[in-house]
C-alpha cells in the first residue's frame, strides 16, 4: 500500500521503474535515451546541437563507439590497459577471477577483500573482517549485480559486450582518513578540467558527499547527485600525480572520467568512465551543465552507428 501511494505521488518515479523492466524491449538506443531524459531532467533532449554536458554525453553514447572503449570499461580488462600506459605500480592487486558466483572459494580469500563485477556499477562486497562477514548476503547481493546489464538500463555503449566476471581485489583503506577517497578527474582530450572527491562512501548512515574542484584545486560552488561536505576534504598529497596520470589516459578521447585513490601515499587506478550519472543528473546551479559542456568538443564528423 505504501508503495501505491508513493507512485502515485512521484509518477515519474513509476514510470522510471516501468522503463527499467521494459528497456530490452525498446531496441532503439535513441528512443530509450529520450524517454529516460524526459523523466530525469529538467529541460527538452537536443542531440542536433547539443550544448549541455548531459546533453553531449547522450550524443557521445550514440556517435562514439570505438571498441576499446569496452575494454576500458572492464573491470578486469582495464587493469591491463591502464597498466600499459601509467605503469603496473598504479593497479590494484586481483586475488582471484570468477565466471560465476558459484565459483567463489571464500576459504581461499583472505581476511579482508574487495568482490566486484566487471560489467556493472554498484554491487559491490567490501569485506573488512571475514569472520564477521554474512556470505550468503553476500550472494545475494552478487547475484543481483550479475542479472544487472548496465548497457540497457543506460545505454551506455562500451558496457555492452563486457563479459560479466566477479573479481577479488585486495581491500583498500587509507590510514589517515580511515576511508578510501575517490578521486574523479574530468579530463577532455587529454586535459583535465575539474574532479570532484567522494567521501562518507562506506559509513554507515551517512550519505555520500560529493566536492568539487577546478584542476587547481579550488573548491567550486557544485551540487551533482550529493551534498557537499560540511568541510571540504583537503588536498591529496598526489594530486599533481594523479593529475598527470589522468591526462596521459584520456588523451584522445573527447570525454573520459578517470578514477583514482590515495593510499597510504600512494596512488591507485579506480576506473574509467564515459558517463558520469550517465548523463542524466542535473546540476546545480545549471551553469555547470553548460560550462562542462563547452569543454566537450564533439567530432566535426559524426561517426553514424547503428542504434542497436
Known amino acids: 500500500?505504501?508503495?501505491?501511494?508513493?507512485?502515485?505521488?512521484?509518477?515519474?518515479?513509476?514510470?522510471?521503474?516501468?522503463?527499467?523492466?521494459?528497456?530490452?524491449?525498446?531496441?532503439?538506443?535513441?528512443?530509450?535515451?529520450?524517454?529516460?531524459?524526459?523523466?530525469?531532467?529538467?529541460?527538452?533532449?537536443?542531440?542536433?546541437?547539443?550544448?549541455?554536458?548531459?546533453?553531449?554525453?547522450q550524443w557521445l553514447k550514440l556517435h562514439d563507439r570505438k571498441p576499446i572503449y569496452t575494454t576500458m570499461v572492464d573491470k578486469y580488462e582495464a587493469k591491463k590497459y591502464v597498466a600499459d600506459i601509467i605503469g603496473e605500480e598504479y593497479i590494484i592487486p586481483t586475488l582471484a577471477v570468477y565466471d560465476r558466483v558459484e565459483d567463489i572459494d571464500f576459504d581461499k580469500l583472505p581476511n579482508q577483500f574487495v568482490l566486484k563485477w566487471t560489467h556493472d556499477s554498484g554491487g559491490i562486497v567490501i569485506c573488512k573482517d571475514k569472520s564477521k562477514l554474512n556470505i550468503d548476503d553476500a550472494i545475494k547481493k552478487l547475484k543481483k549485480g550479475e542479472r544487472s546489464h548496465y548497457y540497457w538500463r543506460s545505454r551506455e555503449?562500451?558496457?555492452?559486450?563486457?563479459?560479466?566476471?566477479?573479481?577479488?581485489?585486495?581491500?583498500?583503506?587509507?590510514s589517515t582518513t580511515s576511508e578510501l577517497r575517490d578521486y574523479k578527474f574530468f579530463c577532455f582530450d587529454g586535459e583535465v578540467?575539474?574532479?570532484?572527491?567522494?567521501?562518507?562512501r562506506q559509513k554507515k548512515g551517512e550519505e555520500t558527499k560529493f566536492d568539487f574542484f577546478d584542476a587547481d584545486f579550488n573548491h567550486l560552488d557544485i551540487k551533482n547527485g550529493h551534498p557537499n561536505a560540511e568541510i571540504p576534504p583537503a588536498k591529496p598529497k598526489m594530486f599533481d600525480n594523479m593529475k598527470e596520470l589522468a591526462g596521459k589516459l584520456s588523451k584522445g578521447i573527447p570525454q573520459l572520467r578517470v578514477d583514482f585513490y590515495e593510499v597510504n601515499g600512494k596512488v591507485y587506478f579506480g576506473e574509467l568512465t564515459f558517463?558520469?550519472?550517465?548523463?542524466?543528473?542535473?546540476?546545480?546551479?545549471v551553469e555547470w551543465d553548460y560550462k562542462f559542456g563547452e569543454w566537450i568538443k564533439l567530432p566535426v564528423e559524426k561517426e553514424i552507428v547503428a542504434h542497436v
Open 193 to 200: 578540467k575539474a574532479l570532484f572527491i567522494a567521501t562518507d
Open 1 to 57: 500500500m505504501n508503495n501505491f501511494i508513493f507512485f502515485i505521488t512521484h509518477p515519474k518515479r513509476f514510470m522510471g521503474v516501468v522503463l527499467s523492466h521494459i528497456a530490452p524491449l525498446i531496441k532503439n538506443d535513441e528512443t530509450f535515451l529520450r524517454l529516460k531524459w524526459k523523466l530525469r531532467m529538467d529541460y527538452p533532449l537536443n542531440l542536433d546541437n547539443p550544448k549541455t554536458y548531459n546533453e553531449k554525453l
Open 275 to 285: 558517463s558520469h550519472w550517465s548523463g542524466m543528473k542535473p546540476f546545480e546551479p
Open 157 to 174: 555503449w562500451p558496457y555492452k559486450n563486457v563479459k560479466p566476471r566477479i573479481i577479488a581485489e585486495q581491500y583498500m583503506e587509507d
